[in-house]
C-alpha cells in the first residue's frame, strides 16, 4: 500500500514535472493525449490509486516518453517492491 502511494505521488510528480517543462496545461495535455481532462486532473493532484495502462500509455506518447521515465521508478522503489515480494 505505501509503494501504491509512492507511485502514484511519483507520477502526479512527473506529470507536473513534463507540464512545466512543455509549458502545457491540463487541457493540452489532454488535447494531446485523448485522455478526459478529469482524468488528468486527478492524476495530476494523485486521486487515482490504480490509473489504466491505457491512460498511462497516452501520456507517455503525448509527452514523447517512455512509460520508464513518466513513472521514473527509482532503485529505492524497486527495492522497496523487492522486499514485499520477499516476505
Known sequence: ENTQHELKNELQDRINQQLSRKGWTLKTLSDR??????????LANAKIDN???????KVAQAFDCSLDS?????????SKLHSLSSR
Do not use: C, D, H, N
Not at 490509473?51 to 500509455?57: A, E
Not at 513518466?70 to 524497486?78: D, K, T, Y
Open 33 to 42: 493525449s485523448g485522455v478526459p481532462y478529469e482524468t488528468l486532473k486527478k
Open 51 to 57: 490509473p489504466s495502462l491505457q491512460s498511462v500509455i
Open 70 to 78: 513518466l513513472f521514473a521508478v527509482e532503485s529505492r522503489l524497486v
